[in-house]
C-alpha cells in the first residue's frame, strides 16, 4: 500500500504563484512514477503533469506547459508542483498519483495505482 498527502494548495490570485507537495509513503518512493490531475467542479479529472522515477523525464499537459513543473525529491519521498502564471481556469481540486507499472511517464487516469486526497486551488480573477 502506498500513501499519498497533498498539501500547499489555497487562494491566490490570478497571475500568481503556488507549490503543491506530495508526500509519500509505504513504499519505496523511487519505484514508482509520479502524476498530477485536477478536477474542476463538474468536470472530468484530467491530467496536468508527471515525473519518472528517476525525475530524468516529465511530460505535461498542453494547457499547463510552460507555467507548471514537476519535480520529485526521492531523499525526501516527496512530488512537487510549482505552478505560475496561475489562471481562474486552473481552479480544481490537485490531486497526485503513483504508477508502479513500467510506464516512465503515465498519462491516462487509468494508468495509476494510488490517489491521494486532493488539495483545492482556487485562482481568482
Known amino acids: 500500500q502506498v500513501q499519498l498527502v497533498e498539501s500547499g494548495g489555497g487562494l491566490v490570485q490570478a497571475g500568481g504563484s503556488l507549490r503543491l507537495s506530495c508526500a509519500a509513503s509505504?513504499?519505496?518512493?523511487?519505484?514508482?512514477?509520479m502524476g498530477w490531475f485536477r478536477q474542476a467542479p463538474g468536470k472530468e479529472r484530467e491530467f496536468v503533469a508527471a515525473?519518472?522515477?528517476?525525475?530524468?523525464?516529465?511530460s505535461y499537459a498542453d494547457s499547463v506547459k510552460g507555467r507548471f513543473t514537476i519535480s520529485r525529491d526521492n531523499a525526501e519521498n516527496t512530488v512537487y508542483l510549482q505552478m505560475s502564471s496561475l489562471k481562474p481556469e486552473d481552479t480544481a481540486v490537485y490531486y497526485c498519483?503513483?504508477?508502479?507499472?513500467?510506464?516512465?511517464?503515465?498519462?491516462?487516469?487509468?494508468?495509476?495505482?494510488?490517489w491521494g486526497q486532493g488539495t483545492q486551488v482556487t485562482v481568482s480573477s
Open positions: 498519483a503513483a504508477d508502479f507499472s513500467f510506464r516512465v511517464v503515465p498519462v491516462r487516469r487509468s494508468e495509476y495505482d494510488y
Open positions: 515525473i519518472s522515477r528517476s525525475g530524468g523525464s516529465t
Open positions: 509505504g513504499r519505496t518512493f523511487s519505484n514508482y512514477a
